[in-house]
């Protein structure tokens, strides 16, 4: 579907990652393949001035040695600081940040969301979401917070550009959803301008797709079952909820600590009998 490498975008790239990391069998690591790939990127963003092409790689994306990259998650003071910042970027750009955290989604499903995407069904109000990856469409239950929010996006898109079909419009062409090339240049803008951090010590990544990560991390660490984290991530089935599980093994073990300390200290003096 692409005709021109100025069309490729951050979230492309991290749609291309997700699936060599958790659905490509027989290949341990594409080490070379996107060291490649990134030198390509550069040098077209270079000649064409493309400053999206030069940076849509980030440092973790490539593996070291023979491992494939982390499947990363934000934590959550991680996530406290950076919607802190967020909040204070332009107000419809942060609104979209927000809902797709909400949500869960795919950012390209948060842009597309449409004017009649809050509906109800079996006594429930929901989002429908159109899933562009599968070409079909989902439903979402939501909480106040997040229509009201919805509900605040659409009044600020149709006082200033009259009535729409799309929630998050471009502004060159309202009658289509924004680009996630403006909310990848506003984050990373509002990143270095901030110099926000990870819990490492680097720079945060422009990475949206760490969001919904993020998100089904969260639904682990509540115990959901696997149907329904699939259900709510928008997956047709339940085969890569297991890498959202290996997120949950910190609050497992922060859960189970004061049990297993218990234990310990009875195994401890069972000890001394012996």
């Not at 270095?192 to 797709?209: I, K, P, S, Y």
Request: hydrophobic letters at 40%; proline letters at 2%.
């Amino acid at each position: 579907m692409i005709q021109s490498m100025m069309e490729v975008d951050r979230e492309m790239l991290e749609e291309y990652l997700v699936y060599l990391n958790t659905e490509v069998q027989g290949k341990k690591s594409f080490r070379s393949e996107l060291a490649s790939l990134k030198s390509l990127f550069e040098t077209i963003g270079q000649i064409e001035e493309n400053h999206i092409l030069c940076e849509i790689f980030l440092p973790d994306d490539i593996p070291k040695g023979r491992d494939l990259p982390v499947y990363k998650a934000y934590s959550d003071d991680e996530l406290v600081r950076l919607n802190a910042a967020i909040v204070r970027m332009d107000e419809q750009i942060a609104r979209a940040l927000i809902i797709h955290q909400m949500l869960g989604n795919r950012i390209s499903e948060t842009l597309t969301l449409e004017q009649d995407c809050i509906v109800k069904r079996a006594g429930h109000i929901m989002v429908k979401i159109f899933m562009i990856k599968g070409q079909r469409t989902i439903y979402k239950p939501v909480n106040e917070d997040a229509i009201k929010l919805i509900e605040k996006s659409i009044e600020y898109t149709n006082a200033i550009y009259g009535r729409r079909k799309y929630v998050f419009v471009y502004g060159d062409n309202p009658d289509e959803p924004m680009r996630y090339g403006r909310i990848q240049y506003q984050i990373m803008r509002m990143v270095r301008e901030r110099n926000l951090r990870d819990n490492a010590g680097e720079l945060f990544g422009v990475g949206t797709h760490i969001f919904r990560h993020s998100f089904g991390r969260r639904l682990t660490e509540m115990h959901v079952d696997d149907m329904t984290i699939a259900k709510l991530l928008g997956h047709a089935n339940t085969s890569t909820v297991r890498f959202y599980r290996k997120f949950g093994n910190e609050a497992l073990a922060r859960e189970t600590r004061e049990l297993r300390e218990s234990m310990d200290e009875i195994l401890a003096e069972l000890s001394k009998e012996w």
